[in-house]
T-cell receptor
Framework: NAGVTQTPKFQVLKTGQSMTLQCAQDMNHEYMSWYRQDPGMGLRLIHYSVGAGITDQGEVPNGYNVSRSTTEDFPLRLLSAAPSQTSVYFC???????????FGSGTRLTVV | RKEVEQDPGPFNVPEGATVAFNCTYSNSASQSFFWYRQDCRKEPKLLMSVYSSGNEDGRFTAQLNRASQYISLLIRDSKLSDSATYLCVVNGKGSARQLTFGSGTQLTVLP
């Protein structure tokens, strides 16, 4: 059972480039979320989804898009990368809010 | 005021010590509470949920005080392997499905 799988693990982008961070879970979880983690800031919610076809914005959504066409996949798109988006990105999934979330191993993104 | 506040530490304790972490949250409507641990450069992992009646899992005890909007985590008989950052987590403002993380408390257990 793979849990939550994120790809790539590391990425360097130039300012203005776009890319998609992939996230897949094989636990049939309805809830999925994307967080970014910056030093001293803790994890901040970017976007989340409560089921296929349903997404909503979190605390820091600007510059990011998401879609949820299947239960398993929840990709995060960076539209035009900026140095301020240099961060560690975590995808997480849950079967319900009372159960907590399972996290992927993260994507370390550097924008130069 | 941050939605979830924790003492950042660091806490440096000897093996075998008992250590307590505290956390306060601002949203009185919060319904779900958790402690996660995060090792350096790794993903957060769920340590335990926190229930109103308090709950224990081995050496770990979590308490919730809804009136004071306060959560605690007690670690007894600390092990070297307990060294990590401990994150207090509650469901935040707006949708009950959003979790808000504290910035974490760093623990180092010394031999």
């Amino acid at each position: 059972n793979a849990g939550v799988t994120q790809t790539p693990k590391f990425q360097v982008l130039k300012t203005g480039q776009s890319m998609t961070l992939q996230c897949a879970q094989d636990m049939n979880h309805e809830y999925m979320s994307w967080y970014r983690q910056d030093p001293g800031m803790g994890l901040r919610l970017i976007h989340y989804s409560v089921g296929a076809g349903i997404t909503d914005q979190g605390e820091v959504p600007n510059g990011y898009n998401v879609s949820r066409s299947t239960t398993e996949d929840f990709p995060l798109r960076l539209l035009s990368a900026a140095p301020s988006q240099t961060s560690v990105y975590f995808c997480a999934s849950s079967s319900g809010q009372v159960y907590g979330y399972t996290f992927g191993s993260g994507t370390r993104l550097t924008v130069v | 005021r941050k939605e979830v506040e924790q003492d950042p530490g660091p806490f440096n304790v000897p093996e075998g010590a008992t250590v307590a972490f505290n956390c306060t949250y601002s949203n009185s409507a919060s319904q779900s509470f958790f402690w996660y641990r995060q090792d350096c450069r790794k993903e957060p992992k769920l340590l335990m949920s926190v229930y109103s009646s308090g709950n224990e899992d081995g050496r770990f005890t979590a308490q919730l005080n809804r009136a004071s909007q306060y959560i605690s985590l007690l670690i007894r008989d600390s092990k070297l392997s307990d060294s990590a950052t401990y994150l207090c987590v509650v469901n935040g403002k707006g949708s009950a499905r959003q979790l808000t993380f504290g910035s974490g408390t760093q623990l180092t257990v010394l031999p």
